[in-house]
């Protein structure tokens, strides 16, 4: 499975902007899906993670309520729409799947097995 992440880019405090990712290489094939975010010297942060048939998304606590993440399996494609974003949402944002087999979300990087290159959220105040 290949990954790719989109839709970042330098955007001030409070404003919105959504995250793209596109999975290739399996087509048709559902996996749970996942959101982090690292910034330099820090561990990779979980964000968000959805599952196989979309239901009942899981957020981080930093994001809850500001961040929605769905899917679109008809386009093989996961969303990260964020609101009111602050400065401390600065991050490289990566997009990750874990085995088709397993179909319970993880809040750990660990869990996940294919990675997408990251995209770069930058927020100025």
């Known amino acids: 499975v290949q990954l790719q992440a989109s839709g970042g880019g330098l955007v001030q405090a409070g404003d919105s902007l959504r995250l793209t990712c596109t999975a290739s290489g399996r087509a048709n094939t559902r996996h749970v899906m996942g959101w982090f975010r690292q910034v330099p010297g820090k561990e990779r942060e979980f964000v968000a993670g959805?599952?196989?048939?979309?239901?009942?998304?899981s957020y981080g606590d930093d994001v809850k309520g500001r961040f929605t993440m769905t899917r679109d399996d008809t386009k093989n494609t996961v969303y990260l729409q964020m609101r009111d974003l602050k400065p401390e949402d600065t991050a490289v944002y990566y997009c990750?799947?874990?085995?088709?087999?397993?179909?319970?979300?993880?809040?750990?990087?660990?869990?996940?097995?294919?990675w997408g290159q990251g995209t770069q959220v930058t927020v100025s105040s």
């Open positions: 990750a799947a874990r085995p088709q087999r397993i179909t319970v979300i993880s809040r750990t990087k660990s869990g996940y097995t294919y």
């Open positions: 959805i599952s196989q048939n979309g239901g009942s998304p």
